[in-house]
């Protein structure tokens, strides 16, 4: 085994910056629409961030216990706008930037009416209100079939059932509204007069037929929406059209620059750690996780608990998506009154056999087995059991639930090599990688650098952009090597999390 090297505080990574005066041309500028902020970054043509050309603006989801979650669309367009002025309204940049992208958190969804003014909050996909409508789609449609023709399964984080929610529910809305948009595809209506949906945002719907790469009839009959109120799909190297050059004149240093269809923020995040070929797994851990590799083919079949979204003609992504990750350890942060500090020495003690065994769904579960409606588990917990074993107990668990996405995707990726993680999680508890190294028993390559989603973003405009330019190659943390000592246990602790998952999910 690999010897374990020393992780990094957050705060390393940051000399992977280049200064202006030494920056590439030409340059792109991205912006980030995520589940606690919107953010906005520039970079040069190798996928180098600009030093001092980025900035952020924290928000939050409104969520309640009926499973609302929401927020508020024009103060998303309204924060993307003031990036800009932060970061792009500066004469020294007029003429050097090529390129302007947007991504945003997956299967959101804003209604507007006919001047383009959103009659609806932006759903996220956090929101489980279309639960009922969700079960009498699965008994209407086969669901496997759905997927492999998707890429994606009947889950209320997609909006066939959300769609049957609203015009269940709000039919009045419903009826109301002359276009449905991602919270991307808002803001650029908004921003630019015009708007598309880049073929990685239509995809993240459930509504996008992964092979011809067009809205899919009989998906949108299902949903009961017409597809003249969705929007065009643009391919990633193909800028939108007919943007409005008196609106993007407030913005100095966007002279003559390219606009792109907003995409799904998962391919970003993937692409800007290294997620480039069919060999590298990334394990993402922010407030959501995943764990997704990108294919340079189109796979005939998907295994059962996968995701596979379309990117363009030649490439999609393969994976499967985790509610609670970072929520899960806010959660113990809040509940059990933990700090980073403490979660990061529980997550490096010695395995024991007195952790009790934690089914992590605090908002319910995506992949592998699609139960919307789950919710957390504990079990084993006896009076002795404190609030660090039930720490150590949330941790594995949200380990056991990468395990469950690793096992399938190796069915379909055979020629993975390396796990690459990153995200805020990732960061904040290094010592939890020990864990997920153990329990994948896989080398897991850690993945330190800032905004690796905008990063991402940037360099998927390069591709069209800056095709002859060598990209950057940032240096990673470190490795966590798997313990052969922790093999033995880390079975047992699988072996329970199976058990407790098979009779949770029977149970929905």
Known sequence: MGKHRKTPQPEDGA??????GEARDPLVMTLDIGSTATRGSLYDATGTPVRHYRDKIPHAFTTTGDGTSVMDPDQVTGEIAELLDRVCDRPELAGRVRGVGLDSFASSLVGV?????AVTECFTYADSRCAPQLARLREELDELEVQQKMGARLHTSYLAPRFRWLAETRPEVFASATRWLSIGEYAWLRLLGTTAAGTATAAWTGLLNRRSGNWDQRMLRAAGIPEEKLSPILEPHEPLPDVDPERTARWRGLSGAQWFAPVADGLCANIGVGGTD?????????TSGAMRVLLHHRPQDIPPGLWCYRIDSARCLLGGALNDVGRAVSWLQDTLALDDAVLNDIAAAPVSPDTPGVLPFLTGERSTGWAGSARAVFADVSAATDAPAMARGMLEGIAGSYRRV?????QAAPHVERVITAGRVTQELPSWLQILGDYLDTPVIHQTMKRSTCRGNALLMLESLAPDVERSAPEPAGTYSPREAAQERYRAVHERFERLYDALVASR
């Open 406 to 410: 690793s096992d399938e995707l190796g």
């Open 15 to 20: 000399d992977f910056a280049v200064d202006l």
């Open 113 to 117: 009416d006919a001047e383009g003014s």
């Open 278 to 286: 069919e060999r590298t797994i990334v394990a993402s851990a922010a």
